[in-house]
């Protein structure tokens, strides 16, 4: 990571979305770095949140209640990593739902936010956003995904917000990025469901029930070329665009850096759990797990496991989502390379150490 730029002057950072899994681990990088401090901001902070770290609540929807929440405080830069609430679906009818886009309230979020920090010292404005930008939520899409891609028809919220930043800072003197990671894969404490363990509680209940582990995603998503962003790596990609000039008014690709395929990983998941893997079974888990809360508490009996709900585990819609995809879905990460950012990580690594974190954290077993 290249030396910081800026000035030694203290550089203060709001994070909101704060309790999510990225930005916990861009809270700890920010916080142990040098002439930093970070303040994070969501609906409900955290009662047990990151030490030396000040934590406050704003509805983002509500300009009054933003302002409030940063009176009195300049902040040199802000991350906004948050979205509006959006309807669970399924693989099984991924568009059965009413406003797929909802870019106006996802645009007055962000606005409300940073219309209400004090521009006196606002540097830069970074914005999480995601590989949807080029559409892999409709179909097929071209393959590896560059930046300059034109994107998809509209809607996508992602666009407005990426106008909204590149009009404001000209206004207001500062500079903006935003990160395009595919699906964000990790585990901290204080944090829901998530892509990883609902693999994870998705294995314990086939192996609870004397079932192999079937992979439940379409064929072709099992045979396809993927991407995932790992959190902490995210965290890692966030800060340095906020700290370097070769991101300025830039967007980058943030995922691992390679590519993986279901058919070659999942038997490895099998063995980690001490299963057999079973090949296809295509299905819905948001209706097939509709009914596993009883298995889950006995799960949670048995293993002597942290005494969570299977809906503070696993995310059926989202694991739905993910692997319904039945074409290549990855990103070229040689733009963020070429400025500067080189770190990288293995895949199918990373997936089984961040199950067996999940397994030491008693989250499954």
Not at 2 to 9: D, L, P, R, V
Not at 193 to 218: D, E, M, Q, V
Not at 222 to 243: E, R
Request: glycine share 6%.
């Amino acid at each position: 990571m290249e030396k910081f730029h800026m000035s030694e002057a203290d550089n203060h950072i709001l994070i909101a979305g704060a309790t999510g899994v990225a930005t916990q681990f861009l809270i700890d990088i920010v916080s142990s770095t040098p002439g930093w401090r970070a303040t994070g901001l969501s609906r409900r902070p955290p009662a047990n949140g990151q030490p030396n770290v000040r934590y406050v609540s704003a509805d983002l929807l509500d300009g009054d209640s933003c302002r409030q929440a940063v009176a009195d405080e300049k902040f040199t830069h802000v991350v906004y990593a948050a979205r509006a609430p959006h309807s669970l679906y399924t693989a099984m009818q991924p568009y059965a739902r009413v406003g797929i886009e909802d870019v106006r309230t996802n645009l007055d979020m962000l606005t409300n936010i940073v219309s209400a920090i004090d521009g006196s010292a606002l540097r830069h404005v970074h914005a999480v956003m995601g590989s949807k930008w080029y559409g892999t939520h409709i179909g097929p899409i071209r393959t590896p995904m560059i930046e300059s891609d034109p994107g998809h028809m509209p809607p996508n919220f992602y666009f407005a917000q990426q106008k909204y930043l590149e009009s404001e800072s000209k206004k207001g003197g500062w500079t903006w990025s935003t990160s395009r990671p595919n699906v964000i894969t990790g585990s901290r404490d204080r944090v829901g469901p998530n892509f990883i363990s609902t693999i994870g509680a998705y294995a314990a209940i086939c192996r609870h029930l004397g079932l192999p582990l079937a992979f439940p995603g379409k064929p072709g998503n099992y045979t396809s070329l993927q991407d995932v962003s790992d959190a902490n790596l995210l965290a890692k990609a966030i800060f340095w665009m906020c700290n370097s000039r070769e991101a300025e008014n830039q967007a980058f690709n943030v995922t691992n850096g390679d590519v993986f395929r279901w058919e070659t990983l999942w038997p490895k998941v099998a063995r980690h759990f001490d299963m057999e893997a079973d090949g296809v079974r295509y299905m819905s888990l948001i209706q097939w797990m509709d009914d596993k809360e009883d298995v889950w508490n006995e799960i949670v009996k048995k293993h002597d496991l942290r005494p969570l709900q299977l809906s503070q585990v696993a995310s059926w819609a989202f694991a739905d989502f993910a692997l319904g995809f039945d074409y290549d879905v990855f990103s070229s990460t040689t733009k963020i390379r070429k400025a500067g950012f080189h770190e990288m990580l293995d895949t199918e690594e990373v997936i089984l150490s961040q199950l067996q974190e999940l397994r030491d954290a008693r989250i499954i077993p």
